[in-house]
């Protein structure tokens, strides 16, 4: 498995723009796909983007879509989130997670997950 350590949560206003980056140490980096999932207190954990192994091919939520961007950058081992403008309903608990499943966006099929990150979209 890869390990996966999440930064850049803080709280901004609605509009505003945050970059999360996800570090991964462990096994290759590059045998994954990535993605980005959030978790708003009392809901489910949801989808957010995925990017393929070589960073070729993205998925994003329709919720998302057109405000984030998922890239990765294999040398360094790391995967980011841009998040443009944010809305209040953004505020959730950001994880980074890594999967052996081409392009998957289901929770069960990630096998390693970060710690979270929060992120806090004041109205």
């Known amino acids: 498995q890869v390990q996966l350590v999440e930064s850049g949560g803080g709280l901004v206003q609605a509009g505003d723009s945050l970059r999360l980056s996800c570090a991964a140490s462990?096994?290759?980096?590059?045998?994954?796909?990535m993605a980005w999932f959030r978790q708003a207190p009392g809901k489910e954990r949801e989808f957010v983007a995925a990017?393929?192994?070589?960073?070729?091919?993205?998925r994003y939520a329709d919720s998302v879509k057109g405000r984030f961007t998922i890239s990765r950058d294999n040398a360094e081992k790391t995967v980011n989130l841009q998040m443009n403008s944010l809305k209040p309903e953004d505020t959730a608990v950001y994880y980074c997670a890594a999967s052996n499943v081409y392009l998957a966006y289901v929770a069960r099929n990630f096998g390693s997950w970060g710690q979270g990150t929060q992120v806090t979209v004041s109205s």
């Open positions: 462990g096994r290759t980096f590059s045998d994954y796909t």
């Open positions: 990017i393929t192994r070589t960073g070729g091919t993205t």
